[in-house]
């Protein structure tokens, strides 16, 4: 294999692995011990995700736990936020 070409392929399956990080399913015990702020926050500052309360919402409602959507909200607005400065930087 081309060193240009395996070097892509190495970058893609790290990217492909990273996302797939953030999407992995929530158990029992992570929905009833959820930070929802610190989840919100997570996925718009680490991740850049649009909000995730819906697929939350459906893997945690096997275990009869609902997410609390205003403290996710809130978390992931924060996140968002601090996103967007950290990537257009400091402001003169």
């Known amino acids: ?10 970058r893609t399956s790290a990217l492909v692995l990273l996302l ?13 011990s959820a930070n929802w702020y610190e989840l919100g ?24 736990v609902q997410p609390a959507e205003k403290e996710y909200l809130t978390g992931w607005f924060y996140g968002e936020r601090e996103r967007d400065r950290r990537i257009s930087g400091p402001e003169d």
């Open 1 to 10: 294999m081309k060193p240009i070409r395996a070097r892509f392929l190495r």
């Open 20 to 32: 797939l990080a953030g999407c992995a399913a929530m158990d029992e015990r992570e929905c009833r």
């Open 41 to 64: 926050e997570r996925d718009a500052l680490i991740y850049g995700l649009r909000p995730q309360l819906e697929q939350y919402a459906a893997q945690c409602s096997r275990h009869g």
